[in-house]
């Protein structure tokens, strides 16, 4: 084995490439979005050094065009799970053992890799098979994701360096084992960067991790298993499997060397899992570690004092990117009656200049959401909205999905502060707003803490620093992530640590050392260079 204290490579946030017309990065996403649109992929199982194809699939069709189809992938059956979690405990003791250095280096060659020769084809899978914008695309399929990968190897020999006190006469050491077991993903459709750092976060730590992707998101995680794979990392680290939820979930958790779970996903399901886990708990071999981040119902505060277009464009921004299908998206919005004509005003201009279509067409801030169940729901609260006496459309609210599922930016004003749509999460393109009365600025940040059960994130719009210390103290346990003056979205690795808590999640804050730290068991070692040869302590002296 090598000796040396080795340093890894400054961590840095990935520079955002602007897509401008004329740049090489247009026209090399669009050639690859073209190529893609027109070849038809085969996703199997990839489980040890296989690739298994049961032959049972379900087509890969995008939403903004779910006519087409652009691939499809295999479902796994019980015995193929079985298979994978053998493979991830087969490999465990070689990964596990492997040098830190040699984990570290498969990880930032990913990092590279995206950057560079996989960019292009992530970006455009992540456009095809979600429907993200090039600019979504980018800030998460290859930012976040590179930032993912490079910061999180940083943190890593930052955990491995804090070690306690010794003197001359001991020796105290502290390794971070990974788990003794297996780590279960399970990863979202929103975000592509969210896909890839679940299992690879646990990986890092030395961990062998069964991945179970989202259904919606099978496009760009191929592409994520082709990068793993060119940068080396070994068979049966991470074996992913397609399929039936309940099945593999259930099967998975009736192994006795399960040892963590971690969830990105829907508060219902992760709920339901923290109890399927407890029912087994006499069966494990170890308690398991339970991560998760799960949903939100994210607030804008808007305070007299604001600068109104900086609070609309946060508003905007934070509601209608990527469709409002983000845990962390502006849903619920409050704000003075001094300011409400004016916000109105602007607001209007600026979600009717919006154009909404495929996203090959950069011109396209709004594209479809994710799938018909999705549509049919948000489509469900619009017409409720349309009915109701307490509420009232005055921006949006027509959809059509004769050939994708589009939802227009829509803008519900209610008279009502626990009307249903400022408490339900509805990922998607719903923003929901209450007008207060200035005077009652306490009072709304109050109940602004009391009406959702999440607590994920949030934004305050003020000029006023006594205003802001009021609603940064009172909305403190009503936002794991809180943002001044900005939109309530877009938190970078390493600068804004994510995550929430109440529904909202364990708030492990992924993109930090703290997430890390869950998926390593640590073991003191003592070492005592002169050993003492008698029990007796001086208080048993005459």
Known sequence: MLKGFFKVPKAINEPVKSYAPNSPEKEAVLAAYKKMWNTQIDVPLYIGSEEIRTGNTKNITPPHDHKHIVGSYHLAEKKHVESAIANALESKAAWANMAWEQRAAIFLKAAELIAGPYRARI?????????????????????????????????????????PTSDSAIWNRLEYRPLEGFIYAITPFNFTAIAANLPASA??????????????????????????????????????????????????????DFAGLHYTGSTFVFKDLWAKIGSNIHHYKTYPRIVGETGGKDFVMVHPSANVKQAVTGIVRGAFEFQGQKCSAASRVYIPKSLWPAIKEQLTIDIQSMKM?????????????????????????????????????????????????????????????KYVTMETELFGPVLTIYVYEDSKWIETLELIDQTSEYALTGAIFSQNRYAIEEATVKLQNAAGNLYINDKPTGAVVGQQPFGGARASGTNDKAGSAMNLLRWVSPRTIKEVFVSPENYRYPFLGE
């Open 357 to 417: 279509g495929s996203p090959e067409d950069f011109s396209n801030f709004i594209t479809a959401v994710i799938h018909e169940g999705s549509f049919d729901k948000l489509a469900g609260y619009i017409d409720r909205a349309k009915k109701d006496t307490d509420a009232e459309i005055i921006i949006g609210g027509n959809y059509d999905k004769s050939v994708g599922y589009f939802i227009e930016p829509t803008v519900i004003l209610t008279t009502n502060p």
């Open 123 to 163: 970006n455009a899978a992540t456009m095809i098979g979600q429907s993200k914008n090039i600019h979504q695309a980018e800030i998460d399929a290859s930012c976040e994701l590179i930032d993912f990968l490079r910061f999180n190897v940083e943190f890593m020999t930052q955990i491995y360096a804090d070690q």
């Open 203 to 256: 990986a890092m730590m030395g961990n062998v991790v069964i991945w179970k992707p989202s259904d919606s998101q099978v496009f760009s995680a191929k592409i994520i298993i082709e990068i793993f794979k060119e940068a080396g990392l070994p068979n049966g680290v991470i074996n992913v499997v397609f399929g039936d939820a309940a099945m593999i979930t259930d099967t998975i958790l009736a192994s006795r």
